[in-house]
């Protein structure tokens, strides 16, 4: 006969295992669907001469992005002009449901981006949110503030991206997130295993050089063990000689791991 110690033992070790299913379901639900888009050269460099902007915009114009992530790096190449603001950057965003564009989020710890106006009166975006940390200088939420920028704290010194991830998709509803960046965030994001597509628009262009300028870039050479297995969702060859690839990234993260890795 069973003892019943041996069944609370056994009911024990089952409801364990459910839970932690339900804990990798929840926890892969809970993050957003990440796409990196970039242009590229053909040696896979992302600081190319030219860049054909109405072809990169128009196809991420299909992916249906809730929200676009850039970082800080990006914005500071975008323009340096801190000042000129107009009117409108003061303005609060009205927040309608209807409204389907996009939310932006720039990742800046160190409070250096102070040119949100030009993203503020851009048209494109509804609403506005920093990701900081908690050593972010104080005078920078004072600035965010005054300019009606929302903004997310997650890490101590660098922003904690899973995490930034995790609260954009509660907080949000972020479901489907376009990164807009240059090498360094897209290599933060993919060795966190948080990238699910990408998407690169190969120029034909040579840029050389031997600064890391590469589409991912991290301190450490990805081992064998540490890459993720693609598919190749879709390619397009365009008349100016530019290709299209799309990459679907198979293995995220093992099953039922967490993806707050150190
Ligand atoms: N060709 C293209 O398609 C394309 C697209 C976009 C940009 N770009 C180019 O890319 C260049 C900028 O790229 P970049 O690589 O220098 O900068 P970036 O990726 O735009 O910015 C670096 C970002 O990574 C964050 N970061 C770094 N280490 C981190 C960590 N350990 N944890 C969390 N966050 C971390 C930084 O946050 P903190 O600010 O908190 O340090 C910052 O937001 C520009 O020249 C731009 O023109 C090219």
Redesign the pocket.
């Known amino acids: 006969m069973v003892s019943l110690n041996k069944l609370i033992s056994t009911y024990d070790r089952f409801s364990k295992e459910i839970n932690m299913k339900k804990n990798a379901i929840s926890l892969e639900y809970m993050l957003p669907y990440v796409i990196v ?4 050269s053909i040696d896979g460099r ?3 001469n030219q ?1 054909d902007l109405r072809l ?1 915009y128009k196809i991420a114009s299909n992916f249906n992005e809730d929200a676009t992530l ?6 500071r ?1 975008i323009s340096d002009d801190e000042g000129n603001e107009d009117e409108r950057v003061y303005e609060k965003p009205r927040i309608d449901a209807k409204d389907t564009r996009p939310i932006l989020f ?5 409070g ?1 981006v102070r040119n949100w106006h030009i993203m503020k009166t851009a048209g494109y975006w509804k609403n506005f949110v920093a990701l900081c ?1 908690e050593t972010t200088p104080k005078d920078y939420f004072k600035y965010l503030s005054e300019r009606h920028i929302e903004w997310i704290i997650t ?1 101590t010194e ?4 899973p995490k930034a991830l995790e609260k954009i998709y509660l907080t949000y509803g972020i479901r489907r997130l376009r990164v ?7 290599g ?1 994001l993919l060795r966190h295993h948080l990238v699910n597509e990408i998407s690169i628009l190969i120029h034909p262009q040579v840029v050389g050089g031997d600064t890391p ?1 590469s589409l991912f ?1 991290d301190s450490n050479p990805w081992s064998e063990k540490d890459t993720s297995e693609m598919i190749l969702k879709n390619v397009e060859r365009f008349d100016n000689n530019i290709l299209w690839l799309c990459y679907q990234v198979l293995k995220k993260k093992k099953e039922g791991e967490s993806p707050f890795l150190p």
């Open positions: 888009h970039n242009a590229i992302l600081d190319l860049i990169y850039v970082g800080s790096g990006t914005m190449s720039i990742v800046d710890s160190k250096l940390s890490g660098k922003v904690d991206i807009d960046s240059g090498g360094i965030l897209n933060v300028k870039v």
